[in-house]
């Protein structure tokens, strides 16, 4: 079971566990251009790779931040303009607004946000965690299978999204 635990030095009162980032990293710190290649991974095996640019910004409104995803395919570019909006900072709770009332709540442990959510039965579970100058970013996703017992309902991980992205241009 995860605890938060708080501990007292001169410089005031430190916590660990989601919101234990000083709100002044995250996501500030992440802000920037981001590129990277993004593997596509179905039942364990590599089926493609697509280039991908993130760019994270501030906007005006200094809880909001824009969170745009550039995936470079050749044959079927996308771009995916979101916003990262904080819900409670101290507690490391964001949201990401997809538009058009698409919210999915994100968790920040450290420097690694978590979410976890479900669409048309099927599970997806996304993460991003900042390690130096990278920003690791994957994506699961699996539908219900059986457990043999009513008290445990399992997913499969059928596919794997995953890009390791370097910082290209530091907006901080």
Same mark, same amino acid.
């Given at each position: 079971?995860?605890?938060?635990?708080?501990?007292?030095?001169?410089?005031?009162?430190?916590?660990?566990?989601?919101?234990?980032?000083?709100?002044?990293? %995250?996501?500030?710190?992440?802000?920037?251009?981001?590129?990277?290649?993004?593997?596509?991974?179905?039942?364990? &095996?590599?089926?493609?790779?697509?280039?991908?640019?993130?760019?994270?910004?501030?906007?005006?409104?200094p809880i909001t931040w824009?969170?745009?995803?550039? @995936?470079?395919?050749?044959?079927?570019?996308v771009t995916k303009n979101?916003?990262?909006?904080?819900?409670?900072?101290?507690?490391?709770?964001?949201?990401?607004?997809?538009?058009?009332?698409?919210?999915? @709540?994100? @968790?920040?442990?450290?420097?690694?946000?978590?979410?976890? %959510?479900?669409?048309?039965?099927?599970?997806?579970?996304?993460?991003?965690?900042?390690?130096?100058?990278?920003?690791?970013?994957?994506?699961?996703?699996?539908?219900?299978?059986?457990?043999?017992?009513?008290?445990? &309902?399992? @997913?499969?991980?059928?596919?794997?999204?995953?890009?390791? %992205?370097?910082?290209?241009?530091?907006?901080?």
């Open positions: 079971v995860y605890k938060r635990q708080v501990s007292t030095q001169s410089t005031g009162t430190i916590l660990t566990g989601a919101g234990s980032q000083n709100t002044n990293t %995250f996501p500030t710190s992440w802000e920037g251009i981001w590129e990277g290649t993004m593997d596509l991974y179905r039942e364990g &095996i590599i089926t493609g790779t697509v280039p991908v640019k993130l760019t994270i910004a501030k906007t005006a409104n824009t969170w745009k995803t550039e @995936y470079l395919s050749p044959k079927q570019p979101y916003l990262l909006r904080t819900v409670d900072a101290t507690k490391g709770i964001y949201v990401t607004d997809e538009g058009g009332g698409v919210e999915l @709540y994100n @968790y920040l442990y450290g420097n690694k946000t978590y979410n976890v %959510f479900e669409t048309d039965g099927i599970m997806l579970t996304s993460t991003y965690e900042k390690i130096g100058n990278q920003l690791i970013f994957e994506v699961t996703s699996g539908k219900k299978i059986s457990s043999g017992s009513p008290l445990v &309902i399992n @997913y499969s991980v059928e596919n794997l999204q995953r890009v390791i %992205f370097k910082i290209v241009s530091k907006f901080s």
